[in-house]
């Protein structure tokens, strides 16, 4: 018998649009050769999978999930090919039990996740099984898991745009329901405001330097003294810091206050301390 080899079921995944356990299992029954794989995949009525993979898939949904200990987080994003079907609550339950194993396995990539265990199957099996029941080619194109003290979610539109955002908790209960309250706000803030960074110290220098230069080329147009220069340019960079960064931006329900400051508000109430360490915001079809 032939060796089942990595290309030879790249190949078949190719020509059928079938799983990549599936194509294995394919190739090892029809010992190795191609033709014969493709007709076992039909048999098992994987051709109308094969049919769909061609496809565009350009609709879908964002979903974010949290652990029950609020200490890690999944958002992924699945694609299908219509608003119709994206909008579906069957299709949307497939999406949660894929966020779920991605919470549980941790993988490293999107390969691992497919190859995951939920419940009982894989999450390649999972979305073989979405095809065939809502009869359209769905895709799932890429995830993020996130650990921390904290971690809440937000998902705006149905399943437009969902966003997780981390926190390092001191003396505060991340499962009560005042945090999980404040922690939705902030990920709903994210999800609103699209910031660049959580604050300024994680901004890549490369966007600051860039931003600078800007200010600096429009500064020098005022034909002011460099001094002056220096001063609209800085004035402008930190306008940029309060427009971009989330911890400094006015935070949209109740825009006298900044992130910042909603977050020291809730954390003196609660009796601990929270910071916002980071987020992963996915916008549908981005």
Known sequence: MAEITASMVKELREMTGAGMMECKKALTEAEGNLEAAVDVLRTRGLAAVAKKAGRATNEGTIMALVSEDATKGAVLELNCETDFV??????????????????????????????????????????????????????????????????????????????????????????????????????MQVAAAAPVAANRESIDPAIVEHEKSIYMAQAAESGKPEAIQEKMATGRLEKFYKENCLTEQAFVKNPDQTVSQYTDEVAQKLGGSIKITGYKRFALGE
């Open 86 to 187: 994206g909008m579906n609550e069957k299709f949307k339950a497939y999406a949660e039990k894929i966020a779920q194993a991605a919470i549980a396995a941790n993988p490293a990539d999107l390969d691992a996740l497919k190859a995951a265990d939920a419940e009982g199957e894989t999450v390649e099996e999972v979305v073989t099984d979405a095809i065939h029941t809502l009869g359209e080619n769905i895709q799932l194109s890429r995830f993020a898991v996130v650990e921390a003290g904290a971690v809440s979610s937000y998902i705006h539109g149905g399943g437009k745009i969902g966003v997780l955002v981390t926190f390092d908790v001191d003396g505060i209960d991340a499962t009560s329901a005042d945090f999980a309250q404040y922690g939705r706000d902030v990920a």
